[in-house]
C-alpha cells in the first residue's frame, strides 16, 4: 500500500481493488475543484518521480523530466472526466508512459556511475515497467500488480528475475 498526503495534508491510501485513490478520481470526475486539487496532489509525485525514473536528469537537472510530468498530470485531469472506475492507478500510468514516450528527447545520459540505468533498457519491456515502478516510483507489489494488471506474486517473481538478470549483467 502507498499512502500519499494530499493538499490538505489528508492522507490518501492506495491499494489493491476499489482504493482511496480510485473513489476520489471518480468523485473529482464532478468538477468539485477541492477534490480536483486533491486528485493533483495525490498523483502529482508519482508522475514526478515516475518521469524522472525513466528520464534520468540532463544537464545535472530533473528540469524536462519535471515539465513531462506537468504534461502528464495534465492528460490526467482531461482523462478524469472520462474515468471508468478501473484501477486509477493503470489509468495514470498508462498516461505518464505515454507522455514520457511523445516528449521525453532522446535518452537522457544517466547519473554518473549508475550503471543500472543504462543496463534497463536490456531488460524485457515489462521487468523493466517493474522495475522502473518498483524501485524507480516506489510503488508496493500490490500497487505494482494493479498497475500492470498482475497477480503480487507475479510482480514479486518477475522483480527477483529481473534483478538476477542486472545483477549478471554488471
Do not use: K, W
Not at 549508475?114 to 516510483?137: F, H, K, Q, S
Not at 508496493?140 to 538476477?164: C, F, I, K
Amino acid at each position: 500500500m502507498i499512502v500519499l498526503n494530499d493538499a490538505a495534508g489528508d492522507s490518501v491510501a492506495t491499494s489493491s481493488g476499489q482504493s482511496e485513490l480510485d473513489r476520489l478520481a471518480r468523485d473529482a470526475g464532478g468538477g468539485d475543484p477541492e477534490l480536483i486539487a486533491r486528485l493533483v496532489a495525490a498523483v502529482s509525485p508519482i508522475l514526478v518521480r515516475y518521469c524522472r525514473a525513466r528520464m534520468g536528469r540532463r544537464e545535472g537537472s530533473y528540469q524536462e523530466a519535471d515539465e513531462v510530468a506537468h504534461e502528464a498530470g495534465r492528460a490526467v485531469l482531461v482523462a478524469v472526466p472520462g474515468y471508468d472506475g478501473s484501477p486509477f492507478l493503470r489509468l495514470v500510468h498508462e498516461i505518464a508512459v505515454r507522455t514520457v514516450d511523445e516528449l521525453a528527447p532522446g535518452p537522457a545520459a544517466p547519473p554518473a556511475g549508475t550503471e543500472l540505468m543504462e543496463l534497463l533498457p536490456a531488460l524485457p519491456a515489462l521487468d523493466r515497467d517493474i522495475v522502473m515502478l518498483r524501485v524507480g516510483t516506489g510503488l508496493s507489489t500490490e500497487d505494482t500488480a494493479t498497475v500492470l494488471g498482475l497477480s503480487p506474486g507475479q510482480v514479486r517473481l518477475a522483480q527477483h528475475q529481473a534483478l538476477l538478470r542486472l545483477r549478471s549483467m554488471l
